[in-house]
């Protein structure tokens, strides 16, 4: 049962819930803090009602930039236990969220496996089950199909939903008029274009979005209200279409509220570096302020097989600039489905480009770990080193890879290490190269 409503309805109302209790510990912050910014809208705890297992985070402003993993099963790679592999490294390496984007075979039991087994918060997308739900062309089916899906999922405890709600007629006329070099990209977009030009309807998620929300605030699910007409190129950020959808999403964020749900926007995929401050001012600008989720941006397009870099050039821009949530992009991106080494690389530069940001933000206690570092670097107190380390396993395997001859230095500069030199010689050492320790004492 909800506790005092849904934690929109229970911060209106003054009242503090044990999860947001939870994500203020989590923060360092006053539990009056979150509560303050469910009730403001610029905070969201994702947090349905069914899922047991969750450890609930905020996302949203003065908070961590949180990360989020995809993965998923799909036609050519339908192996769960593989999938089942990548959550687990997904939560072990601190991801926040992990988004269910599967759309092949029994979904329904991945995804209720999922749920049971994950602390972290559960997305999904529920407009890619809809066909292989039903087993129906997608032309057949009707608005309240796709509206049986998304109950289905907020029952199974998904704590929150893309929805692509704001790709309605007249941003699909806007689509059209104005020509793009990568047309629609998101695929939950694409697949509701494609249903509105053969069916000749309006977006169901826009038409009955009153309904939708009913069915979320039941469960306490929040909206992610999805881009579907985010660029997927450089060449078409920014362009009408994004500029359209976005200010009817800010439209679509009140109506939520109002019928408290708790709501998360999401932005641009590809976008030129100089390009990603202003986006994101402009989403807390026409959203009042709702917690942004940003899918990379890529600042580049040439570089497949290394765009977990160019998403974290970008993501770190964009949290710097008060994003909110990351989507971590694996080296695969464009070309493949990632594997479990892919997955590790792609949150290690997702959580890289959440934490430089954080910094930059001023997170309560966002330097502590670096100042740990510093020190430990000082002190050329190697095992302290990998200790605070992102990755202590591969920190330490390189550090092996190349033994030193000497145990308080790393193979780079040996005895030259310049912190080994500075310190000898402020402890009233002599400092030699050749021979020896390379220390004598005064």
């Known amino acids: 049962m909800k506790e005092n409503g849904t934690q929109r309805e229970a911060s209106l109302q003054g009242i503090i819930t044990s999860r947001m209790r939870t994500v203020a510990e989590k923060e ?9 910014g ?34 998923g099963i799909s036609g050519d790679a339908s192996d769960y236990a593989k999938e089942f592999e990548k959550v687990r490294a997904a939560l072990a390496y601190g991801a926040e969220a992990i988004m269910d984007l599967s759309n092949y075979g029994k979904t329904g039991s991945f995804r209720r496996d999922l749920i049971a087994e994950s602390t972290a918060m559960i997305g999904t997308v529920p407009v890619y089950d809809a066909v292989g739900y039903f087993d129906r062309d997608l032309a057949e089916l009707t608005a309240r199909d796709f509206l049986e899906v998304v109950r289905v999922h907020a029952e199974q405890g998904v704590d929150f939903m893309t929805i692509h709600a704001g790709i309605n007629r007249r941003a699909v006329s806007f689509f059209k008029e104005r020509k793009r070099a990568m047309n629609i990209v998101s695929r939950g977009g694409s697949i509701l274009f494609a249903w509105m030009e053969m069916t000749g309807n309006e977006n169901p998620f826009y038409e009955y979005y009153d309904d939708l929300l009913d069915i979320l605030h039941e469960y306490d699910v929040t ?21 359209t959808e976005l200010a009817e999403l800010g439209l679509l964020t009140q109506r939520a509220w109002d019928k408290g749900v708790q709501v998360i926007i999401e932005g641009p995929g590809h976008m030129a570096i100089n390009e990603i401050a202003a986006n994101v001012v402009m989403e807390k600008r026409l959203c009042k302020g709702a917690p942004f989720y940003v899918l990379g941006p890529l600042v580049t397009d040439i570089a497949p097989g290394y765009d977990h870099i160019t998403a974290a050039i970008g993501g770190a821009v964009a949290a710097a600039a008060g994003a909110d949530f990351l989507c971590y992009v694996t080296p695969a991106e464009h070309l493949c489905l990632p ?4 997955v590790k690389e792609g949150i290690a530069a997702s959580r890289i480009a959440a934490h430089a940001a954080d910094i930059a ?16 670097r000082h002190r050329l107190d190697w095992e302290e080193m990998f200790r605070c380390a992102l990755d202590p396993e591969k920190a330490r395997r390189y550090f092996e890879r190349t033994p030193p ?21 402020l402890e009233g050492k002599k400092v030699g190269f050749t021979g020896g320790t390379g220390a004598e004492e005064k």
């Not at 969201?44 to 961590?64: E, I, K």
């Not at 909206?223 to 500029?243: E, H, K, M, N, W």
């Not at 594997?339 to 892919?342: E, H, K, L, R, T």
Request: glycine share 10%; hydrophobic share 40%.
């Open 405 to 425: 001859a000497d145990r308080h230095t790393c193979s780079m500069c040996g005895k030259m290490c310049a912190v080994r030199t500075t310190n000898m010689i």
């Open 38 to 71: 469910i009730a403001a809208g610029t905070i969201a705890v994702p947090a349905n009602v069914n899922h047991a297992s969750l450890s609930p985070d905020g996302v949203g402003q003065g908070l961590r930039t949180k990360i989020n993993v995809n993965l």
């Open 223 to 243: 909206i992610s209200l999805g881009d579907a007409l985010r660029p997927g190129c450089l060449s078409d950020s920014s362009d009408t279409g994004q500029i």
């Open 28 to 36: 360092r912050l006053p539990a009056e803090v979150i509560r303050a």
């Open 361 to 376: 933000k001023g997170v309560p206690g966002a330097l502590d770990r670096d100042n740990a570092m510093a020190a430990a």
């Open 339 to 342: 594997d479990v080494n892919d």
